[in-house]
């Protein structure tokens, strides 16, 4: 079996990875982050607008990525475009 070390910078490049495709994709459906929060279930646009831009080390969570691939139409792996193995 491989072992698996991520470091917290590997881990950071990875959550700004995923919050920019979530950005992209969401942008490109004209969906505005305070849409998106509402049917996500979020009252306000915090939680989108910081893990897009990785502020404060905030990030998606998997329960966020399955609910916004539901919203947006989808594959939840398109979020992890371009993040190496």
């Given at each position: 079996m491989k072992n698996c070390d991520i470091n917290n910078d590997q881990m950071k490049k990875i959550y700004q990875k995923i919050g920019r495709n979530v950005k992209r994709i969401r942008s490109s459906?004209?969906?505005?982050?305070l849409?998106?929060?509402l049917a996500i279930g979020h009252k306000a646009v915090g939680t989108v607008s910081m893990a897009e831009l990785n502020i404060n080390n905030?990030?998606?969570n998997i329960e966020h990525l399955v609910k916004?691939?539901?919203v947006l139409e989808v594959d939840i792996c398109d979020f992890f475009e371009g993040i190496s193995k």
């Open positions: 459906k004209n969906i505005s982050q849409s998106l929060s905030k990030h998606f916004i691939s539901n």
